[in-house]
């Protein structure tokens, strides 16, 4: 059973960094061809916001908002996505998620460069990061 589970979220003040790290159990990156791996972010109350999609040979897609302050990569010997965060600011607070797409050579994107939300089917529990001003 394929399991995600995120880390490293806390609190840090606005202009601050956080690299937050998702451990993939149950499966080994090197051995899949067709594997996305992606984050996203949800506010109580807002839908669900796509960040950036790793494709298994490591092509990162970064939605348009983010890119420049959040930068996405994997380590397969370790099994681990990460997601380095720079600058971050207040409104960059919000519930983490990671989530792994099985079947796609290319991680599919909405207008924006964001990732499909609907494509990905296994995720994990979250991790919260707060900004404060």
């Known amino acids: 059973q394929v399991q995600l589970q995120e880390s490293g979220g806390g609190s840090v003040q606005a202009g601050g960094s956080l690299r937050l790290s998702c451990a993939a159990s149950?499966?080994?990156?090197?051995?899949?061809?067709?594997?996305?791996l992606a984050w996203f972010r949800q506010v109580p109350g807002k839908e669900r916001e796509g960040i950036a999609a790793i494709d298994t040979d490591g092509s990162a897609r970064s939605t348009d908002s983010l890119k420049g302050r959040f930068t996405i990569s994997k380590d397969n010997a370790r099994n681990t996505l990460y997601l380095q965060m720079n600058s971050l600011k207040p409104e960059d607070t919000a519930m983490y998620y990671c989530a792994a797409a099985w079947g796609w050579v290319r991680c599919p994107t909405v207008p924006g460069s964001a990732p499909l939300s609907e494509a990905y089917n296994n995720w994990g529990q979250g991790t919260q990061v707060t900004v404060s001003s």
């Open positions: 149950g499966i080994d990156l090197r051995d899949y061809r067709s594997l996305c």
